[in-house]
Protein backbone atom coordinates (compact mmCIF):
# COMPACT_ATOMS: atom_id res chain seq x y z
CA UNK A 1 0.00 0.00 0.00
CA UNK A 2 1.63 3.49 -0.68
CA UNK A 3 2.37 5.48 1.56
CA UNK A 4 0.93 9.22 2.34
CA UNK A 5 2.99 12.00 4.05
CA UNK A 6 2.13 15.60 4.14
CA UNK A 7 -0.63 14.79 1.42
CA UNK A 8 1.96 13.46 -0.74
CA UNK A 9 1.99 9.56 -1.99
CA UNK A 10 5.14 8.28 -1.66
CA UNK A 11 5.86 5.28 -3.65
CA UNK A 12 7.59 1.91 -2.21
CA UNK A 13 9.86 -0.30 -4.26
CA UNK A 14 8.06 -3.26 -5.79
CA UNK A 15 4.80 -1.24 -6.06
CA UNK A 16 2.76 -1.01 -9.83
CA UNK A 17 2.28 2.65 -10.35
CA UNK A 18 -0.74 2.71 -12.57
CA UNK A 19 -2.51 1.30 -9.90
CA UNK A 20 -2.61 4.44 -7.73
CA UNK A 21 -3.20 6.92 -10.54
CA UNK A 22 -7.06 7.74 -11.07
CA UNK A 23 -7.75 8.70 -14.79
CA UNK A 24 -10.30 11.50 -13.01
CA UNK A 25 -7.26 13.34 -11.23
CA UNK A 26 -4.24 15.17 -12.74
CA UNK A 27 -1.34 14.35 -11.01
CA UNK A 28 2.46 15.06 -11.07
CA UNK A 29 5.20 12.74 -10.55
CA UNK A 30 8.31 13.86 -8.42
CA UNK A 31 11.30 11.54 -9.34
CA UNK A 32 14.19 12.03 -6.49
CA UNK A 33 17.09 10.26 -5.17
CA UNK A 34 17.89 10.39 -0.93
CA UNK A 35 21.87 11.31 -2.43
CA UNK A 36 20.46 14.26 -4.64
CA UNK A 37 21.20 17.97 -2.66
CA UNK A 38 18.93 19.59 -4.73
CA UNK A 39 16.02 17.27 -4.30
CA UNK A 40 16.56 17.64 -0.37
CA UNK A 41 16.66 21.50 -0.84
CA UNK A 42 13.01 21.58 -3.23
CA UNK A 43 11.40 18.33 -1.04
CA UNK A 44 9.78 20.73 1.45
CA UNK A 45 8.15 23.59 -1.41
CA UNK A 46 7.27 21.07 -3.15
CA UNK A 47 5.24 19.43 -0.25
CA UNK A 48 4.13 23.25 0.47
CA UNK A 49 2.66 23.50 -3.44
CA UNK A 50 0.87 20.22 -2.57
CA UNK A 51 -0.87 22.19 -0.06
CA UNK A 52 -2.23 24.81 -2.82
CA UNK A 53 -3.52 22.02 -4.79
CA UNK A 54 -5.38 19.23 -3.14
CA UNK A 55 -7.48 18.45 -6.29
CA UNK A 56 -3.65 17.37 -8.03
CA UNK A 57 -2.35 14.17 -7.32
CA UNK A 58 1.42 14.63 -6.05
CA UNK A 59 3.52 11.42 -6.23
CA UNK A 60 6.97 10.60 -5.34
CA UNK A 61 9.60 8.33 -6.12
CA UNK A 62 12.79 7.37 -5.18
CA UNK A 63 14.69 6.27 -8.49
CA UNK A 64 17.31 3.65 -6.35
CA UNK A 65 14.01 2.18 -4.91
CA UNK A 66 12.31 2.28 -7.58
CA UNK A 67 14.46 1.23 -10.70
CA UNK A 68 11.93 -0.33 -12.90
CA UNK A 69 9.43 2.78 -12.65
CA UNK A 70 12.98 5.09 -13.15
CA UNK A 71 13.46 3.40 -16.55
CA UNK A 72 9.90 3.26 -17.55
CA UNK A 73 10.26 7.40 -17.99
CA UNK A 74 13.61 7.36 -18.83
CA UNK A 75 15.09 9.19 -16.28
CA UNK A 76 18.62 10.90 -16.23
CA UNK A 77 18.64 13.34 -13.74
CA UNK A 78 16.79 14.47 -10.70
CA UNK A 79 15.19 16.42 -9.79
CA UNK A 80 12.66 15.69 -12.77
CA UNK A 81 9.01 16.35 -12.36
CA UNK A 82 6.37 15.07 -14.82
CA UNK A 83 2.75 16.63 -14.62
CA UNK A 84 -0.21 14.98 -16.54
CA UNK A 85 -4.35 15.84 -17.24
CA UNK A 86 -6.93 14.09 -16.78
CA UNK A 87 -7.09 10.56 -18.52
CA UNK A 88 -3.01 10.16 -17.61
CA UNK A 89 -2.34 12.69 -20.84
CA UNK A 90 0.57 13.99 -20.98
CA UNK A 91 0.63 17.52 -20.16
CA UNK A 92 4.42 19.03 -19.15
CA UNK A 93 8.20 18.22 -17.39
CA UNK A 94 10.45 20.07 -15.20
CA UNK A 95 13.72 19.58 -15.08
CA UNK A 96 16.09 20.87 -11.69
CA UNK A 97 15.38 22.45 -8.46
CA UNK A 98 13.67 25.52 -10.48
CA UNK A 99 10.51 26.00 -7.94
CA UNK A 100 9.40 29.17 -10.05
CA UNK A 101 8.75 27.40 -13.22
CA UNK A 102 7.16 24.21 -11.02
CA UNK A 103 4.97 26.64 -9.36
CA UNK A 104 3.88 27.71 -12.66
CA UNK A 105 3.11 24.59 -14.56
CA UNK A 106 1.36 23.46 -11.69
CA UNK A 107 -0.61 26.62 -11.68
CA UNK A 108 -1.04 26.11 -15.54
CA UNK A 109 -1.94 23.11 -15.07
CA UNK A 110 -4.78 23.45 -12.02
CA UNK A 111 -6.31 26.22 -14.50
CA UNK A 112 -7.35 23.40 -17.00
CA UNK A 113 -9.99 22.09 -14.52
CA UNK A 114 -11.97 25.10 -12.46
CA UNK A 115 -13.92 23.95 -9.55
CA UNK A 116 -17.90 24.53 -9.64
CA UNK A 117 -18.71 26.27 -6.71
CA UNK A 118 -22.96 24.69 -6.18
CA UNK A 119 -24.06 27.46 -4.56
CA UNK A 120 -27.00 26.49 -1.84
CA UNK A 121 -29.87 28.04 -2.31
CA UNK A 122 -31.62 30.56 0.18
CA UNK A 123 -34.30 29.38 2.24
CA UNK A 124 -37.88 31.00 1.11
CA UNK A 125 -40.03 32.51 4.07
CA UNK A 126 -43.55 31.59 3.38
CA UNK A 127 -45.75 34.10 5.80
CA UNK A 128 -48.78 32.30 7.27
CA UNK A 129 -51.15 35.94 7.52
CA UNK A 130 -54.79 36.01 7.32
CA UNK A 131 -56.31 37.04 4.69
CA UNK A 132 -59.04 40.12 5.53
CA UNK A 133 -62.01 39.76 3.04
CA UNK A 134 -64.12 42.69 3.38
CA UNK A 135 -67.44 42.65 2.53
CA UNK A 136 -69.06 45.65 1.42
CA UNK A 137 -72.49 46.20 -0.23
CA UNK A 138 -72.13 47.07 -3.62
CA UNK A 139 -74.00 50.10 -4.20
CA UNK A 140 -75.70 49.94 -7.93
CA UNK A 141 -76.43 53.03 -9.69
CA UNK A 142 -79.59 51.86 -11.26
CA UNK A 143 -80.99 54.63 -13.51
CA UNK A 144 -77.37 54.82 -14.88
CA UNK A 145 -77.65 51.44 -15.51
CA UNK A 146 -80.71 51.55 -17.70
CA UNK A 147 -80.32 55.30 -19.26
CA UNK A 148 -79.58 54.02 -22.64
CA UNK A 149 -81.97 50.96 -22.60
CA UNK A 150 -85.17 50.71 -24.20
CA UNK A 151 -87.69 47.76 -23.79
CA UNK A 152 -90.04 46.99 -26.76
CA UNK A 153 -92.91 46.11 -25.45
CA UNK A 154 -96.36 45.66 -26.52
CA UNK A 155 -97.88 49.37 -28.52
CA UNK A 156 -101.89 50.12 -27.70
CA UNK A 157 -101.94 53.98 -28.07
CA UNK A 158 -100.66 54.99 -31.34
CA UNK A 159 -103.34 57.46 -32.75
CA UNK A 160 -102.02 60.27 -30.98
CA UNK A 161 -99.28 60.68 -33.46
CA UNK A 162 -101.20 60.54 -36.73
CA UNK A 163 -99.85 63.94 -38.02
CA UNK A 164 -95.72 63.07 -37.40
CA UNK A 165 -94.02 62.80 -40.48
CA UNK A 166 -90.38 60.97 -40.82
CA UNK A 167 -88.59 63.98 -41.26
CA UNK A 168 -89.19 64.64 -37.55
CA UNK A 169 -86.79 63.86 -34.83
CA UNK A 170 -88.53 61.81 -32.06
CA UNK A 171 -86.33 61.08 -28.60
CA UNK A 172 -87.33 57.61 -27.64
CA UNK A 173 -87.06 57.67 -23.58
CA UNK A 174 -90.24 55.71 -22.84
CA UNK A 175 -92.91 53.40 -24.29
CA UNK A 176 -94.98 56.42 -25.29
CA UNK A 177 -92.71 57.56 -27.47
CA UNK A 178 -91.54 54.26 -29.28
CA UNK A 179 -95.66 53.96 -30.10
CA UNK A 180 -95.04 57.84 -32.02
CA UNK A 181 -92.21 56.32 -33.86
CA UNK A 182 -93.83 53.41 -35.12
CA UNK A 183 -96.81 55.41 -36.02
CA UNK A 184 -95.11 57.86 -38.07
CA UNK A 185 -93.35 54.53 -40.27
CA UNK A 186 -96.97 53.10 -40.46
CA UNK A 187 -96.00 49.75 -39.33
CA UNK A 188 -98.35 46.83 -39.13
CA UNK A 189 -97.66 45.99 -35.53
CA UNK A 190 -99.43 43.00 -33.73
CA UNK A 191 -99.88 45.02 -30.09
CA UNK A 192 -100.25 41.09 -29.01
CA UNK A 193 -96.33 40.47 -29.56
CA UNK A 194 -93.57 41.62 -28.64
CA UNK A 195 -91.23 43.62 -31.54
CA UNK A 196 -87.56 43.44 -31.10
CA UNK A 197 -85.61 46.30 -33.16
CA UNK A 198 -81.98 46.99 -32.62
CA UNK A 199 -80.74 50.26 -32.10
CA UNK A 200 -78.92 50.07 -35.42
CA UNK A 201 -82.19 49.60 -37.25
CA UNK A 202 -83.41 53.17 -35.68
CA UNK A 203 -80.26 55.11 -36.48
CA UNK A 204 -80.27 53.98 -39.80
CA UNK A 205 -83.55 55.35 -40.16
CA UNK A 206 -82.65 59.00 -39.26
CA UNK A 207 -85.37 59.70 -37.02
CA UNK A 208 -84.06 58.55 -34.04
CA UNK A 209 -81.79 60.07 -30.95
CA UNK A 210 -81.12 58.46 -28.18
Not at 72 to 87: A, D, M
Not at 124 to 153: A, R, T
Amino acid sequence: MVKIQNGINYIEPGENLTTFLSDETPYILYFTASWCGPCRMISPEFEKLKQNYPDIGFYKIDIDECEEISSLFNIRSVPTFYLYKKKREYYNKCEGADIQHLSELLLSLNTLYPKIVEKTPEPIEIKNEPIEIKNEPIEENIESMIDNIIYYNKMDSMSNYEGLTTTEHINIKNNSDLDKFFETMNLDIDTTETCDIKPSDLSDIGVLNI
